[in-house]
């Protein structure tokens, strides 16, 4: 939005998803700067957290559905305060005072949470479409979103868009469910139409078969034993299968347990990926109650730690993030620009990257991965991510009121998702190697 101090509390204070971010503001006010479906939607869904909702809405109305305005102005917890700008933010290590303006008379105002507390502001004031791949092929409208007809097709022949990037009314999962039905539906066509013109005929790709299930996995005695099963469902089982079965090298799955029930999670759910595939061993050391677990560390054959960590149970939306580690750590791993594999391999310095996730959270994978995949490429580097659920101090430690959030060599934090592109441009930058 650029308001002053926006940066400065990005991520101790300023936040930018409900989902992910709305319980580091339990009974405490919040502040939702924007007037529309998405500002309204959200302010809704804060309330189950929050003391206090307050709607900072530029213009004299909501911009959302009459329907969805309707329910907001009638909402008991959420307070619309029309013609309001936010200004500047400020504090020390949170949020202690924001300044209000007024749009029609100009008046200032200023806010300050009860002594000792602090607040939180959410962003929801519109999306910039991520669109950029379509320009010169797909016609675009003046906010950045694609033209597309009814069958999700461009103005280019065999370019097809769908979901929220396109341009309509409404924009919800369902709508972007249905977008893309409807483009591969098309795209399916166009392709059999092709194959009878052209007389070209794919061929598919030659798998090697299942893993018969036996695995080299070991319980916590150390004897051999079957999974119990209730983490994989059978299309994620044959998923995953198709991904070990490329996988060049064997890993080693180093299991490092406490005294919690979560820890007993992490051990199926490591059993269940091992019965998978020969590739993965897993190995249990004694529970402790140590300050980095449970902790799952991936090990070459030979031993030698690949950089790659996981605190807690790589669950929700980090599952995908740990099986794509996996596979970067055991070859051949993801391609990558050229450019980019040569900035992984000119760091010469250590850096310890710990990332403090939400199970929940959308934003944060990628982050994940990119750090990983770095790990994986350059020994100088190490990825510990850590499920911000289980590891309460961390939290402490840094002030993290959003996630991802990222820790340089427990100096820097950066907050937000990142490319791999963006994560090495923050790596490069000098103070990111200091240690504190």
Same mark, same amino acid.
């Given at each position: 939005?650029?308001?002053?101090?926006?940066?400065?509390?990005?991520?101790?204070?300023?936040?930018?998803?409900? =989902?992910?971010?709305?319980?580091?503001?339990?009974?405490?006010?919040?502040?939702?700067?924007?007037?529309?479906? $998405?500002?309204?939607?959200?302010?809704?869904?804060?309330?189950?957290? $929050?003391?206090?909702?307050?709607?900072?809405?530029?213009?004299?109305?909501?911009?959302?559905?009459?329907?969805?305005?309707?329910?907001?102005?009638?909402?008991?917890?959420?307070?619309?305060?029309?013609?309001?700008?936010?200004?500047?933010?400020?504090?020390? =290590?949170?949020?202690?005072?924001?300044?209000?303006?007024?749009?029609?008379?100009?008046?200032?105002?200023?806010?300050?949470?009860?002594?000792?507390?602090?607040?939180?502001?959410?962003?929801?004031?519109?999306?910039?479409?991520?669109?950029?791949?379509?320009?010169?092929?797909?016609?675009?409208?003046?906010?950045?979103?694609?033209?597309?007809?009814?069958?999700?097709?461009?103005?280019?022949?065999?370019?097809?868009?769908?979901?929220?990037?396109?341009?309509?009314?409404?924009?919800?999962?369902?709508?972007?469910?249905?977008?893309?039905?409807?483009?591969?539906?098309?795209?399916?066509?166009?392709?059999?139409?092709?194959?009878?013109?052209?007389?070209?005929?794919?061929?598919?790709?030659?798998?090697?078969?299942?893993?018969?299930?036996?695995?080299?996995?070991?319980?916590?005695?150390?004897?051999?034993?079957? =999974?119990?099963?209730?983490?994989?469902?059978?299309?994620?089982?044959?998923?995953?299968?198709?991904?070990?079965?490329?996988?060049?090298?064997?890993?080693?799955?180093?299991?490092?347990?406490?005294?919690?029930?979560?820890?007993?999670?992490?051990?199926? &759910?490591?059993?269940?990926?091992?019965?998978?595939?020969?590739?993965?061993?897993?190995?249990?050391?004694?529970?402790?109650?140590?300050?980095?677990?449970?902790?799952?560390?991936?090990?070459?054959?030979? %031993?030698?730690?690949?950089?790659?960590?996981?605190?807690?149970?790589?669950?929700?939306?980090?599952?995908?993030?740990?099986?794509?580690?996996?596979?970067?750590?055991?070859?051949?791993?993801?391609?990558?620009?050229?450019?980019?594999?040569?900035?992984?391999?000119?760091?010469?310095?250590?850096?310890?990257?710990?990332?403090?996730?939400?199970?929940?959270?959308?934003?944060?994978?990628?982050?994940?991965?990119?750090?990983?995949?770095?790990?994986?490429?350059?020994?100088?580097?190490?990825?510990?991510?850590?499920?911000?659920?289980?590891?309460?101090?961390?939290?402490?430690?840094?002030?993290? &009121?959003?996630?991802?959030?990222?820790?340089?060599?427990?100096?820097?934090?950066?907050?937000?998702?990142?490319?791999?592109?963006?994560?090495?441009?923050?790596?490069?930058?000098?103070?990111? %190697?200091?240690?504190?």
């Amino acid at each position: 939005m650029g308001f002053e101090g926006e940066e400065t509390f990005r991520g101790r204070g300023v936040a930018y998803c409900a =989902t992910c971010d709305g319980g580091f503001f339990t009974d405490r006010d919040l502040f939702v700067v924007g007037g529309g479906f $998405a500002a309204a939607e959200e302010a809704m869904f804060l309330t189950r957290y $929050a003391r206090s909702v307050t709607m900072l809405v530029r213009r004299s109305t909501l911009s959302c559905a009459e329907s969805i305005a309707e329910q907001v102005l009638a909402h008991e917890s959420v307070r619309v305060r029309f013609n309001t700008v936010l200004e500047a933010v400020e504090g020390d =290590t949170a949020l202690r005072r924001a300044v209000f303006r007024d749009t029609v008379t100009g008046r200032l105002e200023t806010y300050a949470p009860p002594e000792g507390e602090t607040f939180g502001v959410f962003v929801f004031a519109g999306y910039e479409p991520a669109s950029r791949l379509a320009e010169g092929l797909a016609e675009l409208t003046g906010q950045g979103n694609i033209v597309t007809d009814r069958e999700q097709r461009t103005r280019t022949e065999g370019v097809y868009a769908a979901g929220d990037v396109c341009d309509k009314r409404l924009r919800q999962v369902v709508t972007a469910v249905s977008d893309g039905a409807v483009a591969a539906t098309s795209i399916e066509r166009y392709a059999a139409d092709m194959q009878r013109k052209t007389g070209l005929r794919p061929q598919r790709p030659a798998t090697a078969p299942a893993s018969s299930g036996a695995s080299k996995a070991s319980a916590p005695s150390g004897n051999a034993r079957e =999974t119990e099963g209730g983490f994989l469902t059978a299309e994620q089982r044959e998923q995953l299968a198709g991904v070990f079965a490329r996988m060049e090298r064997p890993l080693i799955l180093k299991a490092e347990p406490d005294s919690r029930p979560v820890s007993e999670d992490l051990r199926r &759910m490591l059993m269940e990926l091992a019965a998978l595939t020969d590739k993965l061993t897993v190995e249990w050391t004694p529970p402790s109650d140590g300050p980095e677990r449970p902790c799952v560390r991936v090990l070459r054959a030979d %031993g030698t730690d690949t950089g790659i960590a996981f605190h807690g149970v790589p669950g929700g939306h980090e599952f995908n993030s740990f099986v794509v580690g996996l596979y970067n750590a055991a070859g051949p791993g993801q391609s990558i620009d050229p450019a980019l594999a040569e900035a992984i391999a000119a760091i010469d310095r250590p850096l310890d990257l710990q990332i403090v996730v939400a199970l929940s959270c959308t934003m944060c994978p990628e982050l994940v991965i990119a750090a990983q995949k770095i790990a994986a490429s350059n020994p100088l580097v190490t990825a510990k991510v850590y499920d911000v659920n289980h590891f309460p101090e961390l939290r402490e430690r840094y002030k993290i &009121m959003s996630v991802p959030c990222l820790i340089i060599n427990k100096a820097k934090v950066a907050f937000g998702k990142k490319t791999l592109g963006q994560l090495l441009e923050l790596l490069a930058e000098p103070e990111a %190697g200091q240690t504190g």
